[in-house]
């Protein structure tokens, strides 16, 4: 009962999920026979929608749709708008079938360097009615939307923290909150310097670019952070989270060509016309 990601969502403006490759396309996990479209893979939640990359068992992109007239803060701890008592909790999705998807149990078992990782972070489709964000939360939480991040790269307001917040607390809303946003998120992985846990290929980075209309048009930034190096490190406490005045991404942006290049993703013509790389700060 959730329509996903919109493709409209930003007026005048189409953006269609991110298009696979011919070898990409054959991994694409399709949904359970019954299942709408199940043959297409769209997994489709409360303002976002992704795929599923049936080998590598993690999720091939994911797409959000990002309101800032209506955003709403959800606790993280209680899943609610308004303090509550449910705790955070992480859900298999029954439309698809539970060998396509990396679960808890390879998440236990290497809790030594990796956390459970967003790919549509957790406070980016939480807007709308009060039930429309808390619905949009715990989407979130589905192990569908989950990648292998190491404990340092997923909690560091330097890398991909930093990223995420680029998008709400020191970015794109930061200097316009009603702006309507979309974002692609996703793993980048490369054959020749990727890790394994197991059976499991990690990604040595992750993506994101970002889709809003300025006042002189359509942008678009996309940004590239890596996490190879960090990968030996055990987990140890980086204590609580901090917040930063501000958070440059200048060095970890990208052109949307280089992006489509090391996913096997091709993104909407209209992304590409909007890419400012190389124009200094959008």
């Known amino acids: 009962n959730r329509t996903g990601y919109d493709p409209d969502f930003i007026a005048a403006l189409h953006l269609t999920l991110p298009q696979p490759d011919a070898k990409l396309a054959k991994q694409i996990a399709a949904l359970r026979a019954g299942e709408p479209n199940a043959t297409e893979g769209e997994l489709k939640y409360e303002h976002f929608s992704l795929k599923i990359n049936k080998t590598k068992r993690v999720a091939i992109f994911t797409a959000t749709n990002i309101d800032g007239t209506t955003y ?140 809003w209309k300025g006042q002189d048009g359509v942008k678009a930034v996309g940004m590239v952070v890596d996490q190879l190096t960090l990968l030996d490190e055990a987990r140890k406490s980086l204590g609580a989270p901090k917040d930063l005045p501000a958070v440059n991404v200048q060095h970890w942006r990208v052109s949307v060509d280089t992006i489509e290049r090391r996913t096997g993703l091709s993104f909407p013509q209209a992304v590409r016309d909007a890419d400012t790389f190389g124009q200094g700060a959008p």
Do not use: M
């Open 72 to 211: 709403l803060d959800v606790d993280r701890k209680t899943g609610r708008v308004s303090p509550g008592e449910e705790g955070e909790t992480w859900f298999i999705d029954p439309r698809v079938s539970e060998s396509f998807v990396l679960g808890q149990d390879f998440y236990t078992a290497w809790s030594t360097y990796f956390d459970r990782g967003h790919l549509t972070r957790r406070t980016d489709p939480t807007w709308g009615s009060a039930d429309d964000a808390e619905r949009a939360n715990a989407d979130t939480f589905h192990f569908t939307n989950c990648s292998p991040q190491h404990f340092r790269f997923n909690q560091s307001a330097k890398l991909w923290q930093g990223i995420e917040r680029y998008v709400l607390e020191n970015g794109v809303l930061d200097t316009d909150p009603r702006r309507r946003i979309s974002v692609f998120q996703g793993p980048i992985y490369n054959d020749s310097i990727d890790r394994w846990a197991d059976d499991v290929q990690i990604p040595s980075s992750f993506f994101k670019i970002v889709v």
